[in-house]
């Protein structure tokens, strides 16, 4: 399980771990990552420092190499990656390693959505799915795309 507070600064996440971790209420970054990867070594520290700096998000990591089946799942193409969840809810998904400063606009600016106009687009979102491809269906499992 993996569990985020203030004392736990990164956590490694796996297929077993992700979902759980995502979902938790708040903010939560996840770093996609791997030892060989030049930009993933740079971008670490910049990482590790903003946890210690933020203390009510958790931040998460994925070994791509250890964990390819979950990146190959999330369409993880180049890393590093930066996802960042809130409330469950995928707000952003860059490749690319960011300076310290970047890092901090994406915190800010992931504070500052307005969650219960996300929800509502959500919703709205899923409504047009049902509407094109019926109540209950899953268009990525007929091979639909919208």
Do not use: N
């Not at 938790?24 to 520290?45: K, N, Q, T, Y």
């Not at 203390?55 to 998460?60: K, N, S, T």
Request: glycine letters at 8%.
């Amino acid at each position: 399980m993996a569990a985020f507070d203030s004392t736990t600064g990164t956590v490694d996440l796996t297929t077993d771990t992700f979902e759980q971790a995502i979902a938790a209420d708040g903010i939560v970054l996840v770093d996609f990552w791997a030892a060989w990867c030049g930009p993933c070594r740079s971008f670490g520290p910049v990482y590790e420092a903003a946890s210690e700096q933020h203390p009510d998000i958790g931040f998460g990591k994925v070994d791509t190499e250890a964990e390819q089946v979950l990146a190959g799942q999330l369409g993880i193409r180049s890393i590093p990656t930066l996802m960042a969840f809130r409330d469950g809810i995928l707000l952003h998904a860059q490749a690319g390693a960011l300076p310290a400063a970047a890092l901090e606009q994406l915190i800010a600016s992931v504070r500052d959505v307005d969650m219960d106009e996300v929800r509502r687009k959500v919703a709205a979102e899923a409504d047009a799915r049902r509407e094109r491809y019926g109540a209950g269906a899953d268009p990525s499992a007929t091979g639909q795309t919208a």
